[in-house]
T-cell receptor
Framework: EAGVAQSPRYKIIEKRQSVAFWCNPI?????LYWYQQILGQGPKLLIQFQNNGVVDDSQLPKDRFSAERLKGVDSTLKIQPAKLEDSAVYLC??????????????FGPGTRLTVL | AQKITQTQPGMFVQEKEAVTLDCTYD???????LFWYKQPSSGEMIFLIY??????QNATEGRYSLNFQKARKSANLVISASQLGDSAMYFC????????????FGAGTRLTVKP
């Protein structure tokens, strides 16, 4: 079974530029998550999709971050314009069903963003 | 308020010995799940073990076991017979309720296994 795919793996941009990340979850997984992991910290949830609808985006900085999951499969996360404090690893995860607390999340390799 | 607390920024263990990584949590929910993930230097988060709040027995998965003390709100990870490949960051996480999807992570513990 193929895992969660993310691209690019690394990205370096200057502040005020735009950047987009792509995620393809495990086939059949209804729920998709985007996390931000700042160096030295645990991942923080940015947004969660159930199929192609948003379940939770309370921690997404909506003035600069946006995400979509068209057709309920793969997803893109965009930052426009980027700030220095956006430097982090952006992790995508998926799970079969979000209805139960025991559902583990399967993570992709992440995209390491550096904003100069 | 901090939901998940991992008080050990770094731990060292000798190869083949056991090590315990601490995790305490804060919740008022009766139903919740506790997870441990491993994050090697490659960056990917690898699921290790799960403990449900209603589970009466401690969870075990191979060399991993979870020392669940509900009254003390602790969920420590025990790794037996440490291997060099166990060197990584370890994160404790919690998910509250049945339909609450927000998984909260601790700050992590960096484990180094010495040969």
């Amino acid at each position: 079974e193929a895992g969660v795919a993310q691209s690019p793996r690394y990205k370096i941009i200057e502040k005020r530029q735009s950047v987009a990340f792509w995620c393809n979850p495990i086939s059949g997984h209804a729920t998709l998550y985007w996390y931000q992991q700042i160096l030295g910290q645990g991942p923080k949830l940015l947004i969660q999709f159930q199929n192609n609808g948003v379940v939770d985006d309370s921690q997404l900085p909506k003035d600069r971050f946006s995400a979509e999951r068209l057709k309920g499969v793969d997803s893109t996360l965009k930052i426009q314009p980027a700030k220095l404090e956006d430097s982090a690893v952006y992790l995508c995860a998926s799970s079969p069903d979000s209805s139960f607390s025991y559902n583990e999340q399967f993570f992709g390799p992440g995209t390491r963003l550096t904003v100069l | 308020a901090q939901k998940i607390t991992q008080t050990q920024p770094g731990m060292f263990v000798q190869e083949k010995e056991a090590v315990t990584l601490d995790c305490t949590y804060d919740t008022s929910d009766q139903s919740y799940g506790l997870f441990w993930y491993k994050q090697p230097s490659s960056g990917e988060m690898i699921f290790l073990i799960y403990q449900g709040s209603y589970d009466e027995q401690n969870a075990t998965e191979g060399r991993y076991s979870l020392n669940f003390q509900k009254a003390r709100k602790s969920a420590n990870l025990v790794i037996s017979a440490s291997q060099l490949g166990d060197s990584a960051m370890y994160f404790c996480a919690m998910r509250e309720g049945y339909n609450n999807n927000d998984m909260r992570f601790g700050a992590g513990t960096r484990l180094t296994v010495k040969p």
